[in-house]
Nanobody, 127 residues
Framework: HVQLVESGGGSVQAGGSLTLSCAAS????????MAWFRQRPGLGREGVAA???????????DYRASVRGRFTISRHIANNSATLRMDNLKPEDSAVHYC??????????????????WGQGTQVTVS
């Protein structure tokens, strides 16, 4: 049984930082595509960052253009988790953020239906 549990959301002023965490059970983050999506009010869910591992065990990161250079996705093998470090936050980053895992093609433009595992979401508010 796979479970993803997000934490770390909250309210912050523009220009501030937050780090979201995704604790995983039932899968190994070191072997699985891990990603973060967000959903703003009235809009569909959009990919923010994705992290895969290639054949040489190198990490392959993909970012939405609007967050590239501000957000960093990482995985932590020791505690089987993934994080999303968000710096220089902007009001347009306000959304419910979701951790996702398991897509065979790991990218922010992947259809949400291709990610079989999802967390419950955590709210990020930037004012």
């Amino acid at each position: 049984h796979v479970q993803l549990v997000e934490s770390g959301g909250g309210s912050v002023q523009a220009g501030g930082s937050l780090t979201l965490s995704c604790a995983a059970s039932g899968l190994r983050v070191g072997d699985t595509c891990m990603a973060w999506f967000r959903q703003r009010p009235g809009l569909g869910r959009e990919g923010v960052a994705a992290l895969d591992v290639d054949e040489s065990k190198s990490w392959v990161r993909d970012y939405r253009a609007s967050v590239r250079g501000r957000f960093t996705i990482s995985r932590h093998i020791a505690n089987n988790s993934a994080t999303l470090r968000m710096d220089n936050l902007k009001p347009e980053d306000s959304a419910v953020h979701y951790c996702a895992a398991g897509s065979s093609w790991c990218g922010v433009n992947q259809d949400t239906s291709k990610y079989p595992y999802w967390g419950q979401g955590t709210q990020v508010t930037v004012s």
